[in-house]
């Protein structure tokens, strides 16, 4: 399954499982750095389908009137974080 195919649920699931088993400790050196890998994988999924959410989210702010309008998140806050698609979150 390709990467962007996998939904932010079934990748974050995973990562939460692949933690658990980690966190246990009973595992071979081999077979835990290739879960690592994968929870590193599962995360960027995660990471990937959160920043494109934020780029959707609209604000609310006051006109000058003082009514009500929405505008989009500012531009330079998303590309500051889609900067950082390498680094994991924690």
């Given at each position: 399954?390709?990467?962007?195919?996998?939904?932010?649920?079934?990748?974050?699931?995973?990562?939460e499982?692949?933690?658990?088993?980690?966190?246990?400790?009973?595992?071979?050196?081999?077979?835990?750095?290739?879960?690592?890998?994968?929870?590193?994988?599962?995360?960027?999924?995660?990471?990937?389908?959160?920043?494109?959410?934020?780029?959707?989210?609209?604000?609310?702010?006051?006109d000058?009137?003082?009514?009500?309008?929405?505008?989009?998140?500012?531009?330079?806050?998303?590309?500051?974080?889609?900067?950082?698609?390498?680094?994991?979150?924690?």
């Amino acid at each position: 399954m390709a990467e962007d195919k996998i939904k932010f649920e079934k990748a974050l699931e995973r990562l939460e499982e692949i933690v658990a088993t980690l966190e246990g400790g009973d595992m071979e050196l081999e077979k835990s750095l290739k879960m690592f890998e994968e929870g590193i994988k599962m995360a960027r999924i995660c990471q990937n389908h959160l920043t494109q959410a934020e780029k959707k989210i609209e604000k609310l702010v006051k006109d000058q009137k003082g009514e009500l309008i929405t505008e989009p998140m500012e531009e330079s806050h998303l590309e500051e974080d889609t900067e950082t698609d390498d680094k994991v979150p924690f």
